[in-house]
């Protein structure tokens, strides 16, 4: 008798690996204790991991998108931030981020009445929540509203509702490529109060530096303000990722304000600094 | 005719890979384009490789040590930190950094008269000053004096001559392994003048936090100032990377002392904020 096993995964000498396919040059393998969900959705191949390493994960098109040891950094990151910089952040949007762990970070704010959550997937929530509680937190605020329909198709046509969007985006493959298009800040910037602000993923400053920079210009066009600032995921290539921010009036965060009683990679100081980006980093963005 | 490969290399779908085989549980493979160099020295396994994604890479035992792409970070950090700490240094000891872009950094500061650099196997300091010009910068910078030998031999019985020390060492398995011990850094605290300090790399604070731990409370047991400081090194597992600093008088950089012309990660905001350390790492450094 033998089960058949997603396509993503491979049994050698008698351990099973997932191999990331996603680079023609880099191939990144994982050995896995177990299975612990398999499926497919209307969208994607889903599955939830236990692996050796890294514990359990979330794997999207067998690609890893978050895991039990480093989802916090990357969650604390996306969230944290924006809400220190805007003084009083009550309605939050966020888009994507079906791990649940930006909203599990966004519901430490009290501050923060209503949230907005436009997942395209839906498996991909029920199983973080039921599988990924590391990452998840098994989130269960009444304040999270799940909303499962297309994140560019939400954006359309609202206006001045939000204090605050995070777009917590996959890579700019596939589905969530329209996620990086100008159009789509566009709508971000209308669906935006006056004082709002937005914030998203913006991929790697090492192995994707001209995503990174056309998401910061597109994001400096529309908004009068705009920053970037970095954080380590380790599971993410090169480790340093960047997040960009846009903003109608607020742009300092306020140390004061973070919540970072129970965080595990932000506290005051990562907060102030994580705006002094690398020297390659600063020619990247000042270069034609 | 076939030639034979070095058995770290194999050859699968008509291209050359390196995966390394370091990790029981995580594999990386890099596709390469051509051998540079490959041969054995009375240490180690040496390698250059030109690899797709990351360009040239000195792998040692099958192992990636740097690479075109990132090692400027590595060497960066681990060497204007310590120069823009002590107000004067004159005479600095490299003891490793085979692949010669610490020294090359060091070279940057007038103020600094005399370089030893003691690495055990002259095999990697030719070949990196031959092939891996990117990191090397092909160094011929007449301060800097080549001493071949053991590290640990050499700090033996020898005191008060340096005013810098940097311990630019592989993992601690294998012939680094000595690199890691208190009586190795007692030595480095004789070596040193009244007012001298010393770096090392501590590891991975993901991977490796043990020894991140360790090497810092050894240091800090040894020297009456110590502090710890992190930079984002791609090839390096978990991305995030510690340096452990031990001084016997000056402990903050003073970013006026900053030769950040032509560094491409370096600059004085990252110098100033290099040392503001995640949340789950104070932790690690706090527990018991």
Not at 93 to 109: N, P, Q, S
Not at 146 to 156: A, K, P
């Amino acid at each position: 008798m033998s089960l058949q096993l997603p396509h993503f995964i491979i049994k050698k000498n008698n351990s099973l690996w997932l191999t990331e396919d996603e680079r023609d040059n880099l191939k990144i393998s994982y050995r896995i204790k177990e299975i612990v969900f398999s499926g497919q959705s209307s969208f994607q191949h889903v599955m939830i991991l236990d692996s050796y390493d890294f514990g359990r994960m979330l794997v999207l098109d067998g690609i890893v998108q978050t895991t039990s040891l480093d989802g916090y950094i990357y969650n604390e990151m996306i969230t944290h931030i924006p809400l220190c910089i805007h003084p009083s952040p009550r309605k939050v949007l966020i888009i994507g981020g079906g791990d649940c762990g930006a909203a599990k970070e966004v519901c430490k704010y009290s501050s923060v009445e209503h949230i907005d959550m436009v997942e395209i997937d839906q498996l991909v929530v029920d199983v973080c929540r039921e599988h990924l509680p590391e990452v998840s937190g098994n989130l269960s605020d009444p304040r999270v509203h799940f909303i499962f329909e297309n994140g560019v198709t939400y954006v359309q046509n609202r206006e001045n509702e939000y204090d605050i969007v995070i777009v917590d985006s996959s890579d700019p493959i596939g589905p969530a490529k329209v996620l990086f298009e100008k159009s789509f800040y566009q709508n971000l910037y209308k669906i935006l109060k006056s004082d709002g602000l937005m914030v998203c993923q913006s991929q790697s400053p090492i192995f994707h530096a001209e995503i990174m920079k056309q998401t910061f210009i597109r994001i400096s066009q529309i908004f009068p303000l705009s920053n970037i600032y970095t954080a380590v995921v380790p599971t993410y290539p090169g480790g340093l990722w960047s997040f960009t921010i846009g903003s109608k009036q607020y742009i300092d965060p306020d140390p004061s304000r973070l919540v970072y009683k129970d965080t595990r990679y932000i506290n005051p100081k990562v907060l102030e600094n994580c705006f002094s980006i690398p020297q390659f980093m600063e020619q990247q963005l000042k270069s034609d």
